[in-house]
């Protein structure tokens, strides 16, 4: 049971990484759109719909990611002081009420939603113009995600209500992580050049 | 049994209360869509403090509603009308392109954290402030606000600064509770000093253009700080025993051997003594170091004689009206200036101008070798310095504004004042600060100023500044390398810097129109590619890979987690209004018959105290959608609110139960601080904020000056 639950982590994990990189690529698209506009005096018009792209693709495919890692953030001045167990019952029951709901209506409809665009062969409103489908598809993919890495995380509540105790997780990049920044405080060595 | 915790108390009273009002509030029998609508507002802060994430909170509670609402008119198509929508709106999330600049400011703000420079900067900002009351302090305030600026990571500024200052502060005998309030407090300024990405929030919600919340927010960013600045340096001056000045040892700025032996036998001030010693020679010191160290010392000069420069061929050029001052600084991000050029520039907009003056398009070619000898060549002030004014002399261009000679006069005393302190202590604190705070200072304003001058968008300054946070973080790690090491890669590094600033420089040379012939696009590219190698080398020789790979993680997660609220917060809006919850929000609030000032201390009450329970993401996209329509009817600026509301969420990281900033600084104080004594600490910080919210509200220029000055 928990080997699933860690490979399904491990896909979500992946795939959100994977599509993690389009950051960097945004980054260098941009300036070097940047760098082309002005000073290479060549503008290209479909720029900005790729960009657009890039960065929606990243912060979707990176939702599932964030939530086998606990990156979403949660009002949890109540939650934290509660006892696992009482955090699994509630979890389970929002994740029935709230998560799935939502959750299949982006991945139900936006299956449609990409066909239609498939369809009539969508493109981007430019003169230069780029396939839209592709990007729509995002929408029912991330949404497949979410929905498998949303059942693990109702079966991470089953057994916590049944342990009462959270089931390991595996360790990911954190922004606070102390010991780190502990260590880029202790061990910056004092420069002179 | 342990006993109840405070917050959870007050979290626990607070949901009972909604609940129970809205089961006694809610007319049951004659229940239509708008009574729906406000169950949803109230029960959106119950469901918040579930603690499940919040994204799927919002998402879930919009769907359900707004699946009730289209039920309401027509439960045939009521599911497939709320599933559309659902999809609609995300993908409206995801086309945005005010949303877009988050991820790449996020991506920024965790390359600049991961350059390692925080401790080096306060070591600076330290010494610098050692002589002032108040000085570990100050110097911990200013660190924390330069810092948090260029990152706009609060936890991680709080955090890096409670292992930092927090210590050096109780040792030098600092009040526990000053120490953490101030460095809770300076911490949050980070979201609110732009660029930051609660602007950007705030501007997606509220429909308000984030360039002008940039602007607006600069100036009120930078009164918050110096209200705390003075805050601090006033306590320690009335109350010494809080903040106890610095020990002699503690001031004392040590100089390496080979300065202090020049200030031995060259004498004591710093730029005539190198200026003997690199002339004549030194017995021991190589001629090498000398000239370096001279080169160093002549900064600002050269920094000085550029500016004017380049802010007279502005002025004297034909329609260019405004200067380019606040510009000329960026190192990091030229490209920004560039395109100030160009939006200065006649170009095609305003052709009749320039027939007008056809002598004065091709300037003379002893301008053109004024502004090539002060860009390339920063070591040669004092040729550079004569060349300007010469220059000025047999122009055919527009007369000099009188203004201009006086900021030349002003600019020279104050220089000359500033070589006749120079001694060599003080230079070495220059030197410290030159690497440390400048780079951070020139990133921060080379992205805020080509935002501000309208030169790039936000997404573009923000592509440019995480660019600019790579560049920081491979030198400053090339710079904790062996320095064998780097003798090894120091050449090819400048060779590819130098192809790219050859494009750049070229560039700016022809928006100046000092050469003719536009950058040629081979070598436009080659450059670019000369970047995008060294990039690439970088990242393989100073082993950058960790650092750029974790920035990429968190730069997706923290993305997704902003994004995916958005996407509910959307959602839920569009449920909100479907159910008309805004009409009734709307007739309530006028019905109330407030002016407009009742009605902003109402809102900003209201934001003060969501700020305890909830997080600022929650509050601005939740809340703006339903606040922001209703300014129209007091005749507020949401831009002016939106400023307000900046301020204002600086409260909701310092204020109990739920306080992120208190709780970073906890989770690294030593044993013997206690959260009570943190909160206590950050309380008269929170009233600070509240003075500068007064100050904006009686003074709103403070804020709308700047948007003003180049929107209107």
Redesign the interface.
Known sequence: MQNFLLAVDRLSTFI??F???A??L???????????R?????PHAWA?DA??ML??I???M??A???A?Q????????????SPRV?AA??LI??G???F???L??T???W??ANESLAIRENTFSPEPLPLYP??F??PVAGALLMLQGVVEVLRCVICLRDNRWPPRSK??E??D?EE??A??KD?????? | MKKL?P??AV??TL?ALILIGIAVLTPWSSLNNGHIGIIMLCLIVV???????????L??????FSWLAYRSVDPNIAVRQ???L???R??GV????V??AV??FL?MGYLVERA?L???LF?AVHIATARIPGSLAVATLVTCAVFATATG?V??VV??MG??AMPAMLRAGYDTKLTSGVIAAGGTLGILIPPSIMLIVYGATAGVSVVQLYAGAFFPGLLLAGIYIVYVMVLAKLKPQLAPPLAEEARHVPL?PHLAAVAQRHGRLALPALLRACVAGDAEIPRRVLCKELAIASLPLAAFVLIMGLTWNALTKPDETYDTTGLVEMGVTA?AL??KA?GGAPGIAEPPAEEAAPGIAEPPAAEGATAAEATPAPQKPAEAAPAASHGAKKTSRLPTPPAFWKVLWIGMAVLVVGYLLLNFPRLEVFRMLL?SFFPLALLILGVLGSIIFGL?TP??A???G??GGFVLAAFYLA??KPKEMRRRWWPAWAVLWGIFLF??VW?ILYRAQVVST??D?TV??IS?LAF?LWAVLAVHQVKLLPV???S??????????????FV?AS?YSAAFSLLGGHQVVENWVLSLDMSPTQFLILTQFIIFLLGW???W??IIVIFMPIFVPLLSHYGIDPLFFGLLVALNLQTAFLSP??APSAF?LK??APPQVTLTQIFLGSMPFMALVIVSMVMLYIWPQIGLWLPAQFYK
């Open positions: 959100g990484r599509f993690a990189w950051i960097v945004l980054t260098l698209m941009v300036a070097w759109e940047v760098f082309s002005y000073l290479l005096l060549n900005l960009q657009i960065y929606g990243l912060f979707m990176a939702g990611y964030a939530l890692h990156a979403h953030v949660r009002g949890d001045i109540l939650y934290a002081s509660f955090q509630i979890d929002l994740y009420l709230f998560y709901p939502s959750v209506a982006l139900w409809a936006g449609n939603f990007f729509k995002v929408i990911d990049v922004e606070i102390v920044l502990k880029m405080v910056a060595p004092e420069v002179r050049e | 915790k917050e959870v979290g626990a949901m469901a918040m403090m579930m603690g499940f994430p919040s994204a799927f909170t998402t879930g509670l919009g769907v359900l709320t599933l559309d659902a999809v609609q995300a993908y995801m086309t945005s392109d949303l877009i991820p790449l991506f390692n925080i401790k080096k070591h990571i936890g991680a955090t890096l292992l930092l390496p490209e560039d395109q160009e690497t790039a997404t573009e923000a592509a440019i995480a660019l710079l904790e494009s750049i560039f536009p950058l696009r436009g590219t670019m995008l750029l790979t974790e990429v993680f968190l730069t997706a997660k923290t993305s997704a987690m902003v994004c995916w609220l509910g959602i329970p909830l997080e993401t929650e139960p739920m970073y989770g690294v």
